[in-house]
């Protein structure tokens, strides 16, 4: 059976709506920040030093240090001083996590997480699971300008 012209601009008309609905409900889903959510970093405990697998970032008294590849340094430094989080009840069943170690002002010892880009996930020292909003996940990645190979931060 052939359709005619007016069916298929009705098909495609709903079909454009349908698609502007369907993002818009998304786009409301993946903004919003849950209400749970609570800053990782705040003012009594701020971010000194942060370090994924071979990246570093780290606060120095005129900005932000960042290992040579990392060309978003402050947007980078400034994503994870305000990343907010969320306690998971159970572990994600990510792959591929990544190694964070963290060192806090005035605290001696390092604190070594783990991160699951993919899902948003954070594991902390103590095996305590937390979500990172879909909002603010990407801007926890830096943008390299080529592959990090043993990038050690100065001392």
């Known amino acids: 059976m052939a359709l005619s012209r007016k069916q298929w601009n009705n ?3 709903f079909a454009c709506l349908f698609m502007v609905a369907m993002l818009t409900f998304m786009n409301n889903k993946t903004r919003n920040i849950p209400s749970d959510a609570k800053h990782l970093f705040d003012d ?4 000194a030093q942060l370090q994924l697998n071979n990246l570093w970032l780290r606060r120095q008294a005129s900005g932000w240090a960042c290992a040579p590849e990392v060309l ?5 430094a400034h994503a994870w001083q305000t990343v907010q989080i969320s306690p998971l009840a159970a572990a994600p069943t990510g792959d591929n996590p990544l ?3 963290i060192q806090i002002v005035d605290i001696q010892d390092p604190q070594r997480w783990l991160y699951f880009p993919l899902e948003g996930a954070l594991k902390s020292p103590a095996a305590n699971w937390y979500q990172v909003p879909p ?3 990407d801007k926890l990645q830096p943008i390299l300008t080529k592959p ?3 990038a050690e931060p100065p001392a």
């Open 135 to 137: 909002s603010l996940r």
């Open 44 to 47: 009594n405990a701020p971010l």
């Open 148 to 150: 990090a190979v043993n």
């Open 72 to 76: 978003n340094c402050e947007e980078w």
């Open 99 to 101: 190694e964070i170690i």
């Open 11 to 13: 098909i495609i008309i």
